[in-house]
Structures are given as structure tokens and as C-alpha cells.
């Protein structure tokens, strides 16, 4: 039953192509979040007991049905959410691909074309962001979390390095970082997995554009140094998840540098697509300066979950950070002048993520990129059009395409009145959009182009939605 017949076989990719076809051609048709129904959702599995074998077409056919019926379709192009987009189709062949051939990413002996693709991926992209390509290294990761906290421990590696032999005894004092309020949460997760506390962290103020103060972070620096910690990491945010936020990257590279070369960490996981796009390049300013790098493929490159990737321009600090001896591990390759994947990154075993990108990457070409990513930024000015003309207002100042906003009346900035507003338009199925807290500057709703195949007539259709449920709410 683990090996079907080829007949079996057959009719079952047959079946499977059509329903990824059938998805591609009718998620937009289709509610964009479902109704949230856990007992439904348990009713439809109570049956799979797994005592007997299923069918596999009626098995396939059940996986098919419960996807569409259950799940906000991330693809659908009024998906206003987060960073999940429609799929590149490349991105959809490789991860097949992958998933049939099984390639095993520990051992560079082992899938020597997976490793070595994955670091010409390594190569070219930094490049993008001004690093030397003779130099890069890096690797690919689950996701930004993963890469965000290889930042954190290679930083730690360099600013403690016996820390991977002896530990917390290796701390001469307490180190900390330098984020701000807008930074991604998985550096508090990573200072807490990491074993020197989410206190570690330090938030350095914003000024009303949400971008870290640099002034500010200099300040933090010297009190945290004259009380007698460590600092040892600052780190960049370009693009926030809320807002879109961008900090001074050469201006927090410079205070690092004056502070005694503390790491700087930049993290780009959705804005550092902007490196492919020239007249959004600037937002990169004093990228090339940044000890170590995170961008994320599954975000504004549009390869299917998850693609992270972690770059750093400081050679052998991923070995020293990670390596360990293991002699079972195949040695066929220990004569090379190669890496062992499992010896520079947290995972040992690990599928071939780099195929997505590196077939996406080779079918539209870095111009076939920037086409999409200014059409997607295109697309966020004219929503803002289009709010504004409406009654809303915007309140975030960035020009990647996330849009922040409120009712332009008083009583409809609370977050209260915002919240019902998001909840009434996802529960109508016409669209998924979210509210954000932006510190100081409080709530608002929050809708995001992360969609290449977004067009104008899908923000026409948020904005009505918008306007009936701001209508029914104020009725309410």
C-alpha cells in the first residue's frame, strides 16, 4: 500500500494535476477565509480511524474538498493578509519534484546538485544586497524565524566564542540586542531559545514613521555598556510586518561601527525584494554594510512555504557557530572544498528548499521579478487612492505596498470600531484583511499587495466591502 500500482498511480497524478489546475483557474471565485466551524471541521475526521485502508482517489478527493472548504486561501488576490502569496507555478513543479525524488540536505555527498544549487542561489542573491559573491555564505532555512535566530547565535559566536563549548559560563556579563518596536517577535523567541532571555532585548524609540532612531539606539548602547553588559547585536528591520516599516540602515550601520562593530543584523525577510527593483533599491541604503542578512523567499518572491534564507559576508562563521563531529556521517565529500549543510545551519536532515526559488529564479529572470514586485507596489498606491477617496486615512508612511488606515472620522479610529470593521469584511468571504497596533499612533486596519495577481477590480471589491461593513457597524 506505500508503493500503489503504476494503473493506480496514474489515474491519481491525473486527478492531482486537475485539482491544482481547478484551484489555480477558481480560487479567486471562491470565499476568500471559511467559516471558523471546529466541530464541523472534527465531525468530517471522526470517521478516519485509520482500522482500514481508504481508497486512494477517495482519499485524495477528501484532502481536496477539505482544503477548499477549510482554509483562508492565501492565493486568492483579495487575500489582503499577511506575507503569503500565490505561488509561483515553477515553485509548485519543484516542490513535486522534490517531494518525489526526496533529495537529503545534510550530507553535500549525498545530493551534491541540491547543495550546490542552493549556494549559487546563496551567491547571486547576495550580490543583490552588495555583498561579495566570493565571499556570501549563508543557507536556507524554514522560514525567516529560523534565519532570524541563526543571526542571533552566529552573533553570539562572534561576541562570545566559547559559547558553543562552555555555555552561559561563557557570558562575562549579560549580553543584549537592539530592536525596535516594529521588529519581527522571533527575536524574542530566539533570545529565549538561545538562553539569555527575552530581558536581553532592548526596544530603541521610533520616530513617527515608525524607523529606529539611531540617536536613540547610540544612547541605549552606552547605558546598557556603563551598567556593565554586552552588547553584541542590532538589528535593522526593512519592511515590518505591520506597516512596512524601514529603518536608516546606513545610519544604524554607523552607529554599530562607532559602538565598536557590534553585529548588524538587517532583516528583509518581505522588503529586501526591493533590491530587485531599482527605483525601490534605496530603501536598501547600507545593506552591504550588514555583518548577517534574512530574506524570505515565500514572501515577495512568491515560492510556495516555506523558503528563509539566512546570509552572512563573514566566512566560517556558520561553521564555528554549528559544526559538530558526527562519524556516521558520509565522508565522500571531506576531500572537496565544500560545506556539509548540516555543519552550517540548526537542521541536520532537511528537504531541498532552494529547488522553488532556483526554477522560479530561472523561468522569470530578475526582470521577470521586478516586473511583478512593481505592479504589486503599483498596486498598493492605488489602493491608497482608493481609501482615501472613500473616507479613510491613511496612517503608515512607506512605499512597499502594506496600507494602513482608519475611518477619517473621530469616532471610527478605536479599536473596537476597527476590529468589527476587519471581522464583518473576513466573515463576508469577499476579502481578508486584519488591525495592527502601531504604538503611539494606535489601531488601524491593515491590508497588504502580496498577491502578483492582484488587480485594480480586487481593490475596488475591498473597498465596497469596507464600505458595507463600516456602514453596518456604525448601524450597530
Given at each position: 500500500m506505500l508503493m500503489l500500482d503504476a494503473e493506480t498511480r496514474g489515474e491519481l497524478w491525473r486527478r492531482l494535476v486537475e485539482a491544482i489546475e481547478s484551484y489555480l483557474n477558481g480560487v479567486g471565485e471562491a470565499r476568500v477565509a471559511p467559516p471558523l466551524d471546529v466541530e464541523a471541521i472534527r465531525g468530517a475526521l471522526a470517521?478516519?480511524?485509520?482500522?482500514?485502508?481508504?481508497?486512494?482517489?477517495?482519499?485524495?478527493?477528501?484532502?481536496?474538498?477539505?482544503?477548499?472548504?477549510?482554509?483562508?486561501?492565501?492565493?486568492?488576490p483579495r487575500y489582503f493578509g499577511l506575507f503569503?502569496?500565490?505561488?509561483?507555478?515553477?515553485?509548485?513543479?519543484?516542490?513535486?519534484?522534490?517531494?518525489a525524488f526526496n533529495p537529503q540536505l545534510a550530507a553535500w555527498s549525498h545530493n551534491p546538485i541540491a547543495a550546490e544549487i542552493e549556494q549559487h542561489l546563496i551567491r547571486a542573491l547576495g550580490?543583490?544586497?552588495?555583498?561579495?559573491?566570493?565571499?556570501?555564505e549563508g543557507n536556507f532555512t524554514s522560514g525567516g524565524a529560523e534565519a532570524n535566530h541563526t543571526a542571533l547565535l552566529t552573533a553570539l559566536t562572534r561576541a562570545f566564542p566559547e559559547i558553543g563549548r562552555r555555555g552561559m559560563l561563557a557570558l562575562r556579563s549579560q549580553p543584549v540586542l537592539?530592536?525596535?518596536?516594529?521588529?519581527?517577535?522571533?527575536?524574542?523567541?530566539?533570545?529565549?531559545?538561545?538562553?539569555?532571555?527575552?530581558?536581553?532585548?532592548?526596544?530603541?524609540?521610533?520616530?513617527?514613521?515608525?524607523?529606529?532612531?539611531?540617536?536613540?539606539?547610540?544612547?541605549?548602547?552606552?547605558?546598557d555598556r556603563s551598567a556593565g553588559h554586552t552588547p553584541f547585536l542590532v538589528v535593522a528591520t526593512v519592511g515590518s510586518t505591520s506597516a512596512g516599516a524601514i529603518d536608516p540602515v546606513a545610519e544604524?550601520?554607523?552607529?554599530?561601527?562607532?559602538?565598536?562593530g557590534l553585529w548588524l543584523h538587517l532583516d528583509a525577510a518581505w522588503g529586501g525584494a526591493a533590491a530587485l527593483v531599482p527605483e525601490l533599491r534605496p530603501v536598501l541604503d547600507g545593506a552591504a554594510r550588514a555583518d548577517s542578512l534574512t530574506f524570505d523567499a515565500h514572501k515577495w518572491l512568491s515560492v510556495p512555504m516555506g523558503a528563509g534564507i539566512y546570509l552572512t559576508r563573514h566566512p566560517g562563521i556558520l561553521e564555528r557557530t554549528f559544526r559538530v563531529?558526527?562519524?556516521?556521517?558520509?565522508r565522500e565529500g571531506s576531500v572537496?572544498?565544500?560545506?556539509?549543510?548540516?555543519?552550517?545551519?540548526?537542521?541536520?536532515?532537511?528537504?531541498?528548499?532552494?529547488?522553488?526559488?532556483?526554477?522560479?529564479?530561472?523561468?522569470?529572470?530578475w526582470e521577470g521579478y521586478a516586473e511583478a514586485i512593481r505592479r504589486q507596489t503599483e498596486m498598493g498606491n492605488l489602493l491608497r487612492e482608493r481609501l482615501r477617496e472613500a473616507g479613510w486615512t491613511i496612517v503608515n508612511d512607506t512605499p512597499l505596498p502594506v496600507v494602513c488606515f482608519v475611518d477619517t472620522d473621530k469616532d471610527g479610529r478605536s479599536a473596537q470600531f476597527l476590529e468589527a470593521v476587519?471581522?464583518?469584511?473576513?466573515?463576508?468571504?469577499?476579502?481578508?484583511?486584519?488591525?495592527?497596533?502601531?504604538?503611539?499612533?494606535g489601531p488601524a486596519l491593515r491590508a497588504c499587495i502580496t498577491n502578483y495577481r492582484t488587480g485594480p477590480e480586487d481593490l475596488d471589491a475591498l473597498v465596497a466591502a469596507l464600505g458595507r461593513a463600516r456602514q453596518a457597524v456604525e448601524t450597530a
Open positions: 470517521p478516519f480511524d485509520f482500522a482500514r485502508p481508504l481508497d486512494p482517489l477517495e482519499a485524495l478527493d477528501f484532502a481536496v474538498e477539505s482544503l477548499w472548504k477549510w482554509q483562508v486561501h492565501t492565493p486568492h503569503n502569496p500565490a505561488p509561483t507555478t515553477m515553485g509548485i513543479a519543484a516542490d513535486a519534484l522534490v517531494a550580490s543583490r544586497f552588495g555583498f561579495d559573491p566570493a565571499r556570501v537592539y530592536v525596535s518596536p516594529e521588529a519581527h517577535h522571533s527575536f524574542l523567541k530566539a533570545a529565549r531559545l538561545s538562553g539569555i532571555g527575552t530581558e536581553a532585548v532592548r526596544e530603541v524609540r521610533v520616530d513617527s514613521s515608525l524607523r529606529m532612531i539611531p540617536e536613540d539606539l547610540a544612547a541605549r548602547i552606552e547605558e544604524v550601520a554607523q552607529v554599530a561601527d562607532e559602538a565598536g563531529a558526527a562519524g556516521y556521517m558520509p572537496l572544498p565544500v560545506a556539509d549543510p548540516y555543519a552550517h545551519s540548526m537542521q541536520w536532515s532537511r528537504r531541498f528548499i532552494g529547488l522553488k526559488l532556483f526554477l522560479s529564479l530561472a523561468v522569470a529572470g476587519a471581522a464583518r469584511v473576513v466573515a463576508s468571504g469577499e476579502a481578508w484583511i486584519s488591525t495592527v497596533s502601531l504604538g503611539e499612533g
